[in-house]
């Protein structure tokens, strides 16, 4: 079993709507949850971090950590075709496959 | 201001050539991180610094891997003896002391023919 898994997609979403990505972690003691946006050719980019069990917004991204169940997920809002890239979840420095995401005008 | 800076961008190496990697981070992030990314794949990771110190080595996957950051800012990877499974772009990243939230350099792509 990977340490961190994600569903490599690809996830196809309409423009407007909700995109939901998830994220599985097997190492119970971790205390950092990040998730980076890849486009085609380019580097990770951060775009959210959590420590907390909860919820943390930050404009259109919501990223959701429930420690008990070891999952991580990120939300977006009023999806863009300019959202369309691999979403990668990381565990403090372990990365997930990543999960690709195609955002249909 | 600039963010973390990677030299040469791309790199074309014959089978058992050694190749070294240059990675320029964030001024100010006093953590260095190293990343193996394969087509498809997430980054896979290498090894991390803490200033000069290298403070965890347990993703280099052979003794061919070497990394180095003698100053504690430019830090240098090493691949000796390229194999063609060694091709793959290989990402460095920094971060401010405390946090490993990491920002990424553009990475080197490593070709090995």
């Known amino acids: 079993q990977k340490e961190v898994e994600q569903n490599s997609g690809p996830l196809s979403v309409p423009e407007g709507a909700i995109a939901s990505l998830n994220c599985t972690y097997s190492d119970r003691v971790s205390q950092s949850f990040f998730w980076y946006r890849q486009y085609s050719g380019k580097s990770p980019e951060l775009i959210m971090s959590?420590?907390?069990?909860g919820d943390k917004e930050d404009g259109r991204f919501t990223a959701q950590l429930n420690k008990a169940s070891q999952y991580v997920s990120l939300l977006i809002r009023d999806s863009q075709p300019s959202d369309s890239a691999t979403y990668l979840c990381?565990?403090?420095?372990?990365f997930g496959q990543g999960t690709r995401l195609t955002i249909n005008p | 201001g600039a963010g973390v800076s990677q030299s040469p961008r791309y790199k074309v190496a014959k089978r058992g050539q050694d190749v070294a990697l240059r990675c320029d981070p964030i001024?100010?992030?006093?953590?260095l991180f190293w990343y193996q990314q394969a087509l498809g794949q997430g980054p896979e990771f290498l090894t991390y610094f803490q200033n000069e110190a290298q403070l965890d080595k347990s993703g280099l996957p052979s003794d061919r891997f070497f990394a180095e950051r003698p100053e504690g800012s430019v830090s240098t990877l090493k691949i000796q003896r390229t194999q063609q499974e060694d091709s793959a772009v290989y990402l460095c990243a920094s971060s401010l002391p405390g946090t490993t939230e990491q920002y990424f350099g553009p990475g080197t792509r490593l070709t090995v023919t």
């Open positions: 001024s100010g992030h006093v953590s």
């Open positions: 959590i420590y907390s069990n």
């Open positions: 990381a565990v403090r420095l372990v």
